[in-house]
């Protein structure tokens, strides 16, 4: 997979993906970008189920997607999640990385560690570990006899959204995964039970990005060494 940055057209044509990244404070330039976003976070409709387009004014601008400068030790095709900034960066080649806006768990659900990519799904069913039903008993109501056990059939009612990502650590299952959200207005916030949330629309760009055994690096509070991770935008 070709990961520099004139190749990755993040879902969009090529010409496209220069103007989605806003730099300037033109009016002009200001609408070009508007109007990128706006393809970039539209209806779906071609998809198993139809997904939603996303309101971009209900969403902090920083948080949509963005090529922008990376400096990472971390190689090309790496995950790398900044549960501080709310930030999911893959990273590219030349010092550059694709930047998505996300949701991360809320304070005593949080996770850190390198884990890689063992599974990947679409419209994935959604099986609450045994914590979560203690913690929320009345989550066994939504749920219904699938084949891995009680769970909640991938479509848009299951909160892993239309794509997830699967984080394992040699043959360890670590029940975090990066997945889509129906939720848009929880990006940027911590919100979750420890999994990291993507606007749909995101997530997909991600999954067509992401082959099995892609390293993922999720950055404790600390957020790594210094000088390991740095981004700006570009």
Known sequence: MDLNRRAFVLGLPAAAVCSSLPGGSSFAQQAVSRSVYQAMYAPIENDLYPIPGIDISQIN???LRRVVS???SEAPGTIVVDPRSRYLYLVLRDGMAVRYGVGVGRSGFSW???AVIKDKQEWPDWYPPKEMFER???LME???ELPGGPGMPGGPGNP???RALY????????LYRIHGTFEPWTIGTNVSSGCIRMINQDAIDLYNHTPLGTKVVVLGSSGGRRGQHSARAS
């Open 112 to 114: 850190s560690g390198s």
């Open 61 to 63: 601008r920083n948080y």
């Open 167 to 174: 984080l394992w650590q040699g043959n360890k299952d670590t």
């Open 142 to 144: 939504q749920m219904g």
């Open 70 to 72: 990376y400096e990472t």
């Open 136 to 138: 929320q008993p009345e």
């Open 160 to 162: 892993l959204g239309a």
